[in-house]
């Protein structure tokens, strides 16, 4: 599509980024657009198995997603990537590889929350030493917080709704 944009949504696990784009999805879609969601998490479950949680395996699942991204700009209006993306370099990356296609949404949460939201337990048991290369709890994969993104959603401190609403209205839809 002429006009794809491509909705970076960077954050620590657990803050809310798949939540997010679930719902903006929805919103998009019932105003007929095209829309397709590219979740980090699914993406590396099934199509980029081969990559652990190394700071380099991280950065390179970041630059084949953002290939995706690439790839698929024809065919939708909207992409919707929720992603830790904890490096501001691979983000960078992606904004200079999409240009102004690409909108960084850092949706932002203390790490508290975060674990308090854990349903999986991922955080108990990278804070008991059972996982490496945890991000934001393991020192050589830490989330390094966006400077200048061009949207920050607090999502400890605004509902969903509210949330989806900002970026619609970043939109200008």
């Known amino acids: 599509m002429e006009n794809a944009k491509v909705l970076w949504f960077t954050g620590l696990s657990g803050s809310g980024k798949t939540s997010i784009s679930e719902k903006l999805h929805d919103f998009l879609v019932l105003r007929k657009k095209k829309v397709l969601i590219l979740d980090g998490d699914v993406v590396r479950r099934t199509l980029h198995t081969n990559l652990g949680f190394s700071p380099e395996d991280i950065k390179e699942n970041n630059e084949l997603i953002c290939s995706i991204c690439l790839d698929e700009q024809k065919n939708y209006d909207f992409t919707l ?93």
């Open 81 to 173: 990537v929720p992603i830790i993306s904890p490096f501001a370099e691979s983000r960078s990356k992606a904004r200079n590889v999409l240009g102004e296609r690409f909108i960084e949404i850092h949706v932002d949460c203390p790490l508290e929350i975060c674990i308090k939201r854990d349903i999986k337990g991922l955080y108990k048991k990278a804070l008991a030493g059972e996982i490496d290369n945890f991000i934001g709890i393991s020192k050589n994969v830490p989330y390094e917080i966006p400077t200048n993104p061009d949207i920050r959603i607090k999502s400890n401190e605004e509902e969903i709704e509210k949330s989806v609403e900002r970026i619609i209205s970043f939109l200008n839809l």
